[in-house]
């Protein structure tokens, strides 16, 4: 009886394979659409020649290249950057408050360097703080991380969405070599009436290794209390922190998503 159930089980299963293939697709060729049909001709995508080395891409916006021009950049009120610039890097001065692109930006690719001082500069909980604050509100933070020497909580040290992801690894180099940041940032979207829609994302990679895989975003950046989203235009300046350390930066590039 078991073997009769056993045979015709078997049959059943070999009757419904022997009209499919993998994934149950109908082995009969002439009854799948032709092969033009899943090809996609609409959108050509456009042509970008990637840069050599550390140059950046054809068709990025570049906020600070090797030129020492700070000029695509301007402290909150206004005025001109009040930062150390030179040998192809922008250095902060203590106490000179954060710079901001002049362009505003919503969804962007953003590739940035970034250094810190001599941590003997720095007190402890300050090494090395400053940080990429995404429209001016969503803080990736910069901090002097390598190997733990300095002590702070995970969602504070280096790679991390201050106070709300802490990073998937710690990939820091050590103070005073060059770090890289490659960001997708993708905004919040807003109603028509103001209520939030979707929340922003972020994906980052911290030296070419992937930190922060597609994080939701709980709202700007505070230091105290809880994030909350707070309606905005959809595009807004990107901004460097300026906390008292000396970072530096160089090789600031963008593309418009
Ligand atoms: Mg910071």
Redesign the pocket.
């Known amino acids: 009886m078991k073997y009769k159930i056993l045979s015709k089980y078997l049959l059943f299963t070999l009757a419904i394979n022997a009209g499919t293939t993998t994934f149950g697709q109908t082995a009969k060729k002439d009854t799948l659409p032709p092969p033009a049909a899943t090809e996609d001709w609409s959108v050509k995508p456009p042509l970008v020649t990637p840069g050599q080395h550390d140059a950046p891409p054809s068709d990025a916006i570049v906020l600070f290249g090797n030129e020492n021009d700070a000029g695509k950049w301007q402290h909150a009120d206004g005025s001109a950057v009040k930062w150390k610039v030179g040998n192809g890097e922008m250095t902060i001065v203590p106490k000179s408050t954060d710079i901001q692109s002049k362009q505003k930006f919503g969804n962007i690719q953003l590739h940035l360097e970034w250094k810190t001082p001599d941590p003997s500069e720095d007190q402890g909980m300050n090494r090395g703080?400053?940080?990429v604050l995404l429209m001016g509100l969503y803080?990736l933070?910069?901090?002097e991380s390598y190997q733990y020497l300095t002590k702070i909580y995970y969602n504070g040290q280096a790679g991390s969405i201050?106070k709300q992801h802490a990073p998937l690894v710690n990939a820091a180099n050590k103070p005073q070599t060059w770090q890289t940041y490659d960001v997708v940032f993708e905004a919040p979207v807003f109603n028509a009436d103001k209520t939030l829609k979707t929340p922003a994302y972020m994906t980052v990679f911290h030296n070419n290794v992937l930190i922060l895989n597609h994080v939701q975003l709980k709202g700007p950046m505070v230091y105290q209390g809880y994030p909350n989203y707070k309606y905005h235009e959809n595009k807004l300046p990107l901004r460097l922190?300026e906390?008292g350390s000396r970072v530096s930066f160089r090789n600031i590039w963008v593309r418009e998503l």
């Open positions: 703080n400053s940080g803080e933070q910069i901090y201050y922190q906390h």
